[in-house]
């Protein structure tokens, strides 16, 4: 029988993590380590770890969200001790200080898309307003700026409206122009209701995102032998994906929005799962980033 995500409710994590969260505050032992996350393509091993029973003898509990902004919120409450999200995300962070990078996870060649029922010519020629519907104060705001930037749409008229990508995969196109800004596997659902990709994380050349594991510094300084561990396991789950794909899907389909295995496979090819050490050149644009 094919699995179906459950997404927490947020009222159910936040009085869980109210418990949790307290005991820390206290100074007793901790028996969990929260990590939230969503189904980013990138971020599938830690499901299928998951879904394999991989950290069952771990301290690690993954909690499952949509939206890119409230893996930030969760942490900033206290009801997560870390989460998987972008280098902006980290940047935008009330308090940055207290986060640190554990390990980097991906990055992003393509699978971060920007789409449009208009080419970027005809947007270019508009005089009224665009439709924009992204996830406010998250990444895809920086990922815009850099869009319209780069194609000289700076001057033109946009509305914005925050949308969670579930509820975007529901917008169908319509005669004034519109751009929407999605990833995997959200975004597979968006070319099937007629959207066309006008730029992603491989075409534009002033824009890059790197996904890593964010952790609470103190968490991260006390517990550095079990980070990796965990980083070992997301290494055996993306060997797992290479050897055998067809299994490594089945396994995490239920996560994937109805994403088809053609569909899936394809997004595997728009991102670079860091196995190996991370390039020179992507070392030296988080240092400038800070």
């Not at 595997?268 to 800070?290: C, N």
């Amino acid at each position: 029988m094919k699995k179906k995500i459950v997404f927490f409710p947020v009222i159910i994590v936040l009085l869980l993590g109210g418990f949790f969260g307290y005991r820390y505050v206290m100074g007793i032992a901790q028996d969990e380590i929260r990590i939230s996350s969503n189904p980013w393509v990138g971020f599938t091993p830690f499901i299928y770890a998951q879904e394999k029973g991989w950290f069952d003898r771990t301290p690690f509990r993954f909690v499952w969200q949509v939206d890119l902004t409230e893996n930030v919120r969760l942490f900033e409450r206290g009801f997560t001790q870390g989460f998987t999200a972008t280098q902006y995300e980290m940047l935008h962070a009330k308090n940055p200080s207290e986060l640190v990078p554990v390990f980097l996870i991906d990055r992003s060649d393509g699978a971060d898309v920007i789409l449009s029922n208009q080419t970027v010519q005809a947007l270019a020629a508009t005089t009224g307003p665009i439709m924009v519907y992204l996830e406010r104060d998250s990444m895809q705001s920086d990922l815009f700026n850099a869009f319209i930037h780069e194609y000289g749409l700076s001057d033109r008229k946009f509305v914005f409206i925050n949308s969670a990508q579930k509820s975007m995969t529901e917008i169908k196109p319509v005669k004034s122009p519109m751009i929407l800004l999605s990833y995997a596997p959200y975004a597979s659902q968006l070319l099937d209701n007629g959207f066309r990709p006008i730029a992603s994380t491989k075409t534009l050349k002033s824009f890059s995102v790197i996904d890593a594991l964010f952790v609470n510094k103190h968490i991260a300084d006390q517990d550095r032998g079990q980070f990796q561990t965990l980083k070992k396991i997301y290494h055996r789950a993306v060997d797992a994906f290479h050897k055998n794909p067809k299994e490594y899907f089945t396994t995490v389909q239920g996560y994937l929005e109805g994403q088809t295995y053609a569909q899936f496979m394809q997004s595997t090819k728009e991102i670079e799962w860091f196995v190996d050490p991370p390039r020179a050149q992507v070392l030296m644009q988080l240092r400038e980033q800070g």
